[in-house]
């Protein structure tokens, strides 16, 4: 699902428009594209697969575990394989436990991608019973792959820098000045992180 560009944009006009810094920024980095991704514990399943890799190293183990497992795998197919199938694949001791957490939860019925939480805390609160999913993996899934309007992954560097560039600050905020600095953004600070993100890694700013 994810924010499309129509709410992209509507909710960066909406905080530009009384905004002075974001409407300048605007005029010079343009709109950010759309970050999209598939809903369902694949996705947070390839988190997992990725944390503290590369990209490349993370998109070769997971090509692997496809090879292994089916491209249309369910949990239960991962949970079937033994340590040393999954080892071969690339996943540590470490991803390898937090993968059966999710599957577990997922193959219990304990954990419903189709049917989280609307209220945005809850739908946190449950992600993160997942071993190894934290708050910031929780928030990317609801903001990429749900399209949640007022997510706000304020512990994210790239975010706390991006807000310091718009808002001239004098040093990078921690998490906590970073969500308050953006409550008044609310209920767009998912486009808002969005845009804090094409910010931070645009020169011109």
């Not at 002075?20 to 369902?40: F, K, M, W």
Request: charged letters at 25%; a neutral charge.
């Amino acid at each position: 699902m994810g924010l499309k560009a129509a709410a992209l944009k509507r909710g960066i006009d909406a905080v530009a428009g009384r905004e002075p810094n974001i409407a300048a920024a605007l005029a010079i980095v343009g709109y950010p594209e759309t970050r999209i991704r598939p809903t369902g514990y694949k996705t947070l399943l390839r988190t997992i697969v990725g944390q503290q890799v590369s990209v490349a190293a993370a998109s070769s183990m997971w090509n692997k575990l496809e090879a292994e497992l089916g491209e249309e795998f369910t949990p239960s197919c991962l949970l079937k394989r033994d340590f040393d199938t999954l080892r071969a694949c690339g996943l540590s001791r470490q991803k390898q436990g937090y993968a059966r957490s999710l599957c577990e939860l997922v193959e219990s019925g304990e954990l419903d991608f189709e049917n989280l939480p609307k209220d945005d805390e809850e739908a946190i609160a449950e992600l993160t019973r997942i071993n190894g999913i934290g708050r910031w993996s929780a928030e990317i899934y609801l903001l990429f792959a749900e399209g949640r309007p007022d997510i706000w992954p304020a512990g994210d560097l790239a975010v706390q820098e991006g807000v310091k560039r718009l808002l001239e600050l004098p040093a990078r905020p921690a998490e906590k000045a970073t969500r308050e600095l953006a409550a008044g953004w609310s209920p767009h600070r998912g486009a808002m992180a969005i845009f804090t993100w094409h910010c931070y890694s645009n020169p011109a700013l």
